[in-house]
């Protein structure tokens, strides 16, 4: 019953340093999302894959970029990292994208502090 | 920009008490989600609701959907204390838009 599972669960960064965390589904889901939670802000949406081979930006994608490498796996990439980008990463599939009735699964999250 | 904001942001009651924690958007949505999430996991869906006016409920907890799509609430009969979380709306815009979560603590 693995679900969504993201990699790493923890992780401490210093300003400028790259990173790509990592997130597979094994619900055959064909969207896959990335957010960002912060205290009193919600999840926002960073970049989404409506299905395998597509990718768009979502609120805030700023310093970020995705890879859909298959349908399992939708990777997110900190090409520099800032202090802004301190944050707890939550990947999420669901089984299409726009459909209303469809819940969206979420990984455990990824805690990521930039120093 | 889409919002929806969820209150009250925090909410400290004693086991057995009442409560209801609102979201309200001047957007339309298309459906609209209610999440649980526990401290160290993701969210997890409680219910979602799409007709306009519609009521769910889910052992003691109600949700309702406004008659124009733009807003809901949630509310707990006699809150226990494994109903402390976060919880979190999501409106429907082929995207979900999240609102600012509400952090129930419910003490024995």
């Known amino acids: 019953n693995a679900g969504v599972t993201q990699t790493p669960k923890f992780q401490v960064l210093k300003t400028g340093q790259s990173m790509t965390l990592q997130c597979a589904q094994d619900m055959n889901h064909n969207s896959m999302y990335w957010y960002r939670q912060d205290p009193g802000m919600g999840l926002r949406l960073i970049y989404y894959s409506a299905s395998e081979g597509t990718t768009d930006k979502g609120e805030v994608p700023n310093g970020y970029n995705v890879s859909r490498l298959n349908k399992r796996e939708f990777s997110l990439r900190l090409e520099s990292a800032a202090p802004s980008q301190t944050s707890v990463y939550f990947c999420?599939?669901?089984?299409?994208?726009?459909?209303?009735?469809?819940?969206?699964?979420f990984g455990d999250g990824t805690r990521l502090s930039i120093l | 920009t889409q919002l929806l904001e969820q209150s009250p942001q925090f909410l400290s009651i004693q086991e057995g008490e009442n409560l209801t924690v609102y979201c309200n958007s001047s957007?339309?949505?298309?459906?609209l989600q209610w999440y649980r999430q526990e401290p160290g996991e993701g969210p997890v869906l409680l219910v979602t609701?799409?007709?306009?006016?519609e009521v769910k409920k889910l052992k003691r907890l109600t949700f309702q959907f406004g008659d124009a799509r733009k807003d809901s609430s949630l509310h707990i009969t006699a809150a226990q204390p494994g109903d402390t979380g976060l919880y979190l709306c999501?409106?429907?815009?082929?995207?979900?838009?999240f609102g600012q979560g509400t952090t129930l603590q419910v003490k024995p």
């Open positions: 957007s339309v949505f298309s459906s």
């Open positions: 999501a409106g429907n815009t082929g995207k979900l838009i």
């Open positions: 999420a599939s669901s089984e299409s994208y726009g459909d209303s009735n469809q819940p969206q699964h």
């Open positions: 609701v799409v007709t306009g006016g």
